[in-house]
T-cell receptor, first 111, second 113 residues
Framework: SQQGEEDPQALSIQEGENATMNCSYKTSINNLQWYRQNSGRGLVHLILIRSNEREKHSGRLRVTLDTSKKSSSLLITASRAADTASYFCATDPNTGNQFYFGTGTSLTVIP | GAVVSQHPSRVICKSGTSVKIECRSLDFQATTMFWYRQFPKKSLMLMATSNEGSKATYEQGVEKDKFLINHASLTLSTLTVTSAHPEDSSFYIC?????????FGSGTRLTVV
C-alpha cells in the first residue's frame, strides 16, 4: 500500500516564485527521499534526508523533515520553467527493505 | 556508480502477446529489486519485490500469474507481462537497493494495442 501522501496534488506558479510541496507518511522511517519525474520519463533522485536530520539543502532545494508529525516539505526557490515536473516523496520504512512513494505533486512553472 | 539499466524504454505490443522488461544492475550486485507501475498522472505503485534466487513477493491486488518476475542472478531481474491487454498499458520502473540507497531504471512505457 502507498505510504506517502502529498499536497498539493497540483501547483501552478510564476517563474521566479518559490514552490512548496508537502508529504505526509504513516509509519516510522529510516529516511525520506524526494524524486522528480518529467512527463513520461524515469525518476531523478533529488535529495535524501535521514530520520535524524531536520533540514537539508541542495542548490535551490530545501527539504525539511518532522518525524513527530510524520511529514516533510520540499521547497524549490526561484523556480524556473524547467522545474515543471511531478515531484514525489518516497519513504524508506524501518521495517522491510522497500519504500513507498507518495501520490506526487504536479508542478507547473509558468514562464 | 549504482546504475540500473532498464530495457526496453518503449514497447508496443498486440493484445494477447507477452512482453519482457529487463533490469540490470551494471556495477553492483542487487539481491533485491523492486518493480513499480505508474498510471498516467498517478503515483508509482509498488508491484512486487524481487529477490535473487527466490520467488517474488507481490503486493496485494497484483496478479502474480500476469506479471511474472524472475530474478535469476544478482544483476538481472525481469518482469514479463503475460497475455497483455490494453489496460496493462502503463509505465513500469524497476529499482534496486545498493549500499547507500536506491537507484532506479529509466522506465519502460508499455502500450498494448
Amino acid at each position: 500500500s502507498q505510504q506517502g501522501e502529498e499536497d498539493p496534488q497540483a501547483l501552478s506558479i510564476q517563474e521566479g516564485e518559490n514552490a512548496t510541496m508537502n508529504c505526509s507518511y504513516k509509519t516510522s522511517i529510516n529516511n525520506l527521499q524526494w524524486y522528480r519525474q518529467n512527463s513520461g520519463r524515469g525518476l531523478v533522485h533529488l535529495i535524501l534526508i535521514r530520520s535524524n536530520e531536520r533540514e537539508k539543502h541542495s542548490g535551490r532545494l530545501r527539504v525539511t523533515l518532522d518525524t513527530s508529525k510524520k511529514s516533510s516539505s520540499l521547497l524549490i526557490t526561484a523556480s524556473r520553467a524547467a522545474d515543471t515536473a511531478s515531484y514525489f516523496c518516497a519513504t524508506d520504512p524501518n521495517t522491510g527493505n522497500q519504500f513507498y512513494f507518495g501520490t506526487g505533486t504536479s508542478l507547473t512553472v509558468i514562464p | 556508480g549504482a546504475v540500473v539499466s532498464q530495457h526496453p524504454s518503449r514497447v508496443i505490443c498486440k493484445s494477447g502477446t507477452s512482453v519482457k522488461i529487463e533490469c540490470r544492475s551494471l556495477d553492483f550486485q542487487a539481491t533485491t529489486m523492486f518493480w513499480y507501475r505508474q498510471f498516467p498522472k498517478k503515483s508509482l505503485m509498488l508491484m512486487a519485490t524481487s529477490n535473487e534466487g527466490s520467488k517474488a513477493t507481490y503486493e496485494q491486488g497484483v496478479e502474480k500469474d500476469k506479471f511474472l518476475i524472475n530474478h535469476a542472478s544478482l544483476t538481472l531481474s525481469t518482469l514479463t507481462v503475460t497475455s497483455a491487454h490494453p489496460e496493462d498499458s502503463s509505465f513500469y520502473i524497476c529499482s534496486a537497493r545498493y549500499s547507500y540507497g536506491y537507484t532506479f531504471g529509466s522506465g519502460t512505457r508499455l502500450t498494448v494495442v
